[in-house]
């Protein structure tokens, strides 16, 4: 029987239980080193989440202010606009009430003459029939065909005047011999021709920065 040291034995089971310990701190430190790791790329992502998030939201809100400022530029100018043609439809008003009035004027007759020559150089014909007012008789005169051809240049009795019911003071209906051509020169009428003429030049003359089309 072999007889073993006891001091061997001893020494041999410190050796065995300091490599133990040794080999317990080196999992414990791996594993705490690991857990870090874990943390650290848990944290990282996390971060990277929010800034994510943070981006996105931004981005959003950044957006919704563009949509809100542009909503708010397509209101203010929608108002504007309307603005602008209730003006213009008061212009508008205006002038037909004053247009309405010169019957009173003491240049009416001229003015229908006037009115009425413009049609009849417009039409290329050789007779005429002027449509007036009945009411704007006794105004006029009875010389009134007369006055018309002379400053219309055309031969003498070739205009004929045609007092009918039409509202007074309005203006002259013109036609040629068989009234294939019809030139309406009362007053709302030539209003109606040139008001989108008008209309623009009063808005540009009110808005300089208005587009002619606007």
Do not use: Y
């Not at 603005?83 to 009035?101: F, H, N, P």
């Not at 006055?147 to 009795?157: S, V």
């Not at 989108?196 to 300089?208: E, N, S, T, V, Y």
């Amino acid at each position: 029987m072999t007889m073993t040291d006891p001091d061997s034995s001893e020494a041999l089971c410190n050796e065995i239980l300091a490599h133990a310990q040794r080999e317990h701190d080196e999992i414990v430190q791996a594993a705490k080193r690991d857990a870090e790791e874990l943390l650290n790329k848990a944290n990282d992502g996390a971060d990277n989440a929010r800034q994510k998030r943070l981006n996105e939201a931004r981005a959003e809100g950044e957006r919704l202010k563009d949509i809100t400022l542009a909503s708010a530029s397509v209101e203010a100018r929608r108002l504007r606009l309307e603005r602008i043609e209730t003006l213009l439809e008061s212009i508008r008003a205006d002038v037909r009430g004053k247009l309405s009035g010169l019957r009173a004027d003491g240049n009416f007759r001229d003015i229908i003459v006037n009115l009425a020559v413009s049609a009849i150089k417009d039409m290329g014909s050789e007779a005429f029939t002027v449509r007036l007012p009945e009411g704007d008789r006794s105004v006029l005169g009875t010389d009134i065909a007369r006055q018309i051809a002379a400053k219309a240049g055309c031969a003498e009795g070739s205009v004929t005047v045609s007092f009918e019911p039409m509202a007074e003071g309005e203006g002259p209906v013109v036609e040629d011999a068989n009234a294939s051509q019809v030139w309406d020169n009362r007053f709302p009428a030539r209003l109606e021709r040139l008001w989108p003429q008008f209309r623009r030049l009063i808005a540009q003359k009110m808005l300089p920065d208005m587009k002619a089309g606007s």
